[in-house]
């Protein structure tokens, strides 16, 4: 039985304009088992088939000021206590992990990030429910300008970019939000590897606001896959 949590996630950037300039549909499409993914996003007010309406970002940027917020709403599965969930720098070949959800957090935790230079930082801070400061971490290197997600636990380590994966798997599936939702992101995730899983995409989802898609291209890729191997 699956456990629902919502963590908040706000991070100091830029109000910039989230466009869709970079945004293309995934080739090919990844199926989608059971309902769960879409009876969730309809709840939430999406209009998004979960089947076709799959985007190629995989990672994403802030831009030059730090002072907007983007939030991150999580349902998690039942490796709720032990997935973490947090953030690395998209173009390293082998990138180091930046926590934002321990496995502990819970329903109504949130966390503020803010990304910095002099020197390149960002600095996270955790609250439970009651807004109680819970811990306060820096992580130095962090790039705004191109970050991807990640989500480890007992199935494994995965990333929101394919080439990472093992066989390159769709460990998360991105979605662009429309209606009152437009501009923001949709991040979901299997939190075991897809080849043994249930492949239903709804043990964590990540709702991404203010942050924009880096341009995925042929020649990014394959420099990446370069650097990964």
């Known amino acids: 039985m699956k456990r629902v949590a919502t963590l908040v996630f706000s991070a100091a950037m830029l109000v910039a ?12 499409q990844i199926a989608v088992s059971g309902g769960s993914l879409q009876g969730y996003l309809n709840s939430q007010g999406e209009s998004i088939n979960v089947l ?3 985007n190629a970002v995989q990672s994403w ?12 709403q999580i349902e998690l599965a039942g490796n709720a ?13 082998s ?15 949130f966390a503020t990030a803010s990304f910095r230079n002099f020197p ?7 609250f439970d429910a009651n807004a109680a400061l819970q811990g306060t971490t820096t992580y130095l ?27 390159s798997a769709a460990q998360a599936l991105t979605y662009a939000g429309n209606g009152f939702n437009s501009g923001s992101w949709w991040l979901c995730w299997e939190d075991s590897p897809v080849a043994s899983s249930d492949m239903d995409y709804d043990d964590a989802v990540l709702f991404l606001e203010s ?19």
């Open 61 to 72: 940027s802030t831009t030059v000021s730090n002072n907007s917020t983007f939030s991150l």
């Open 17 to 28: 304009l989230t466009s869709s300039a970079f945004a293309a549909l995934r080739v090919p």
């Open 141 to 167: 290197g962090a790039d705004r300008t191109n970050f991807g997600y990640y989500l480890s636990g007992p199935g494994g380590l995965f990333y929101s970019q394919d080439v990472r994966n093992a066989g």
């Open 211 to 229: 942050v924009n898609p880096t341009p995925v291209s042929t020649t990014t890729w394959g420099q990446l896959k370069a650097r990964v191997r």
């Open 52 to 54: 076709t309406d799959q």
């Open 120 to 126: 390149t930082r960002v600095v996270v801070n955790l």
């Open 95 to 109: 990138p180091a992990l930046y926590q934002v959800f321990p496995g502990a957090a819970a329903t109504g935790w």
């Open 81 to 93: 206590a032990s997935n973490t969930i947090g953030i690395y720098n998209a173009a390293a070949g």
